[in-house]
Nanobody, 125 residues
Framework: QVQLLESGGGLVQAGGSLRLSCATS????????MGWFRQAPGKEREFVSA????????YYADSVKGRFTISRDNTLNTVYLQMNSLKPEDTAVYYC??????????????????WGKGTLVTVSS
């Protein structure tokens, strides 16, 4: 059974940084594309970033490009999201996502096979 467990969320001031981690189990990590989505209160879940199974391809939403960096360590079965220059509009529950097809497909919720339960990020102004 595939399990994705996020950690690293919390409260941070605008301009600050956080690093989210997603520990995976029950899957062969180097065959899964991985990514992050987020959902703010009253809004739909939206794509944030995705990385291919070996880390060679990465994708970002325009709203986070240049501020967020996705990475993965397949030896540790962990995916990371480094978030810098955080803004109040980044406040959301962040979900780890895994897909068996491709990082490109993981830019949409239809490309997600497995979800984590989420971790809350709150950015104060």
């Amino acid at each position: 059974q595939v399990q994705l467990l996020e950690s690293g969320g919390g409260l941070v001031q605008a301009g600050g940084s956080l690093r989210l981690s997603c520990a995976t189990s029950g899957l062969t990590s180097n065959t899964y594309a991985m990514g992050w989505f987020r959902q703010a209160p009253g809004k739909e879940r939206e794509f944030v970033s995705a990385i291919s199974h070996l880390g060679k391809m990465v994708y970002y939403a325009d709203s986070v490009k240049g501020r967020f960096t996705i990475s993965r360590d397949n030896t540790l079965n962990t995916v990371y999201l480094q978030m810098n220059s955080l803004k109040p509009e980044d406040t959301a529950v962040y979900y780890c996502a895994g897909g068996t097809y491709s990082a490109y497909a993981l830019q949409r919720t239809s490309g997600v096979d497995s979800w984590g339960k989420g971790t809350l990020v709150t950015v104060s102004s």
